[in-house]
Structure formats: C-alpha cells, structure tokens
C-alpha cells in the first residue's frame, strides 16, 4: 500500500466555494458496498434509505474563532495566530506567521489588546505553543478559519457550523453533518431514526495530505474526543438488537472506533485518539457511514477506502467528477451502506 494509492486529480472548478442552500438541498451519492451501485440523490432524501432503529452518531464539537490578530507587545510587529489543537487548558499549539520573529517568552496582544499570547516553546519553523490569558476573549476577538482551498469570504459564520455543534474546541468543522438542518433532523426522528452524540475537536492536521510514500508511517496528532456512558449504552443496545449504527462523518467513525477497539463493545471514554484507519482495519461498531468528498492523499480518503474499498471509492469520485457534484467542506455528501 502506497499513498500514491489514494491519489487523484480533479479540476479546481470542482472545489465548492460556497455552501448550498438550504443546507439538504446538497447533492447526495448512494454507495452499497454489497453491489457496488452509485445512486444520485438529494441529500433531503437520505431518510429514503435509513429505516427505523437506524442510530445516527453526530459530532456535536462547535468550531471556534482560531484565527488571531495582533502585534509583538515589545516591538509592534504585527502577528497572526492560527490555533491548531488545544493541549491543555489554555495552552494552544499555533501557526504563527511571522513565526521566525517568536521566541519563548515573547507576549503577543490581541484583539486590540484585550487579551494576550505567551509564546511557551517553539516547535518547528512557523509553530509555536502559547498560553492564551483569557480563553474566553476568542469569541469576541477571533475569526473562523476556513480551509485554504476556500478562498470566498464567509458571510455568515455560522455556515461554517453544524446545526447541533455545541461543544466548543475544533478548528476545522465535522463537514458531514453541515448538510442536515432542523427540520430533516425531525422528520428522521418521526421516521423511528434515532440521533445520539460524540464529541471529536477536529485539528487541521486530520485534513492534510500525507507526505510520506508509505501512510502507515504517517503520524496523526492526537485529538481530543468524548463518548459519554449513554451513547456507549445506546450503541451497544442497537448492536445486540440487530439495528445499524450509521456515523455522520469520518470524525464520528473515529470516535466510534476508539471507543470499541477493546473486543466489540463500545465503552466510554474521555481523552485523546490519535486512531489512523487504514485499509486492512476491522471496523468494530460502524455499519454504514455519512461523509463528504475528501482530498487525495489525505487520512479521511484513507478512511472511506477502508470502509468501502479503494476501487470502489476511486470510481465514485471520478464519477462524482464527470456529474459536476461539489467537492470538500462545502461540497456533496455520500451515503456509504
């Protein structure tokens, strides 16, 4: 297996640079992994192939205002901050830019000098760890990040946004579930169909392309997640009843996994996952999953691979290329069964 494996080529244009609107008027691609079979939908016909006792895990992590403005409290130079994981309370690891300019110790004021960062250590060329004062002050004086293949302005922040985020912490969002809105979630739960929730606060590093010929020599950061003793008990309850656990979102398929990679129950946990799912991985507690279209090379293609197969999801995409669908945060989704 060779990263060049997980490669492909798409015309830029394909790149959304908006969302759709009303959020399920996405488009939506059916995969049965039993027959091979590419169905194309609307994304507000999901519930035509979920049935009731189906349990669909969504991660409710909220994206947060990670990128900074400010300036060198000694010297005035003008800095900007992009908070990739949090490590601790506090404490961030960051690019910075300039990051050549950033030792440990220097104090960077932000949002007008409301608050402050403290350069802890420096990582690498252009990261840094700091310890912000007032984490609080993010929600007044930052602005969302969106992915850099994103290059329209954001008019309303809160597109960037799942309808159900509610835990505060990831700097990229859970891109599968932007398609449901309240209304599709309550018509679902008519149907029988049953939401539950995990948290996963998604770094931007779970995006990136893989640099290195073999994946398996990859090394993923670790990313903060939750499972709490209700959903394990919910998704064990659906398994031994014979009822499908559908994941909205390769996040929500890591979670999900980490939580049942001893043996095949789902326990709960609270910490850090730094789980990497390759093809050739057994896939303990997913049936079936919600995702969008991914970047090649990166892990998330990886993922759905392992879950379909490499062939089958190749042929999706090129085909998802030839029908003009959407592709990335703002693009179509896929429904994998």
């Known amino acids: 297996m060779k990263t060049t494996d997980f490669d492909y080529e798409m015309p ?54 990670a990128r900074l403005f400010g300036h060198k409290a000694d010297g005035g130079a003008r800095v ?22 950033l030792k440990a110790g220097t104090r960077v004021e932000l949002g007008e000098g409301h608050f402050e960062a403290k350069v802890i250590s420096k990582e690498s060329e252009g990261t840094v760890v700091v310890r912000l004062n007032n984490e609080e002050m993010l929600e007044r ?31 990229a969002a859970p891109t599968a579930g932007l398609h449901f809105t309240p209304e599709l979630m309550i018509r679902l739960e008519d149907k029988g169909i049953q939401f539950v929730f995990v948290t996963l606060h998604l770094a931007l590093d779970s995006f990136r392309p893989v640099q290195v010929d073999d994946p398996a020599e990859h090394v993923i950061h670790k990313e903060y997640g939750e499972l709490t003793p209700e959903v394990a008990n919910e998704l064990n309850r659906a398994r031994a009843e014979g009822r499908r656990v ?53 892990t998330l293609l990886m993922l759905v691979s392992a879950f379909a197969g490499r062939e089958l999801i190749l042929r999706a995409y090129y085909e998802a290329m030839n029908m003009n669908y959407r592709f990335y945060s703002f693009g179509d989704a896929m429904l994998i069964l």
């Open 80 to 101: 900007e901050l992009l908070l990739l994981r949090r490590l601790e309370p506090g404490v961030w690891e960051t690019l910075a830019r300039p990051g050549r300019r």
């Open 246 to 298: 559908i994941c909205v979102g390769t996040s929500s398929v890591r979670v999900v996994e980490h939580a049942a990679r001893e043996g095949d129950v789902v326990k709960p946990f609270s910490g850090w996952t730094d789980l990497f799912i390759l093809p050739g991985h057994r896939f303990k507690a997913v049936d079936a999953m919600l995702t969008n279209f991914h970047l090649p090379r990166s």
């Open 12 to 65: 830029l244009e394909r790149i959304a640079q908006t969302a759709v609107e009303p959020r399920d008027h996405s488009r939506l691609m059916v995969i049965s992994r039993v027959d091979g079979s590419l169905s194309h939908r609307r994304f507000y016909d999901v519930g035509d192939y979920l049935r009731a006792g189906d349990v669909l895990v969504c991660n409710d992590s909220r994206v947060i205002p």
């Open 141 to 171: 004086s930052g602005a969302v990040p969106l992915p850099p293949y994103i290059h329209e302005p954001l008019a309303n922040p809160e597109r960037y946004q799942t309808v159900y985020a509610r835990q505060k912490g990831s700097v």
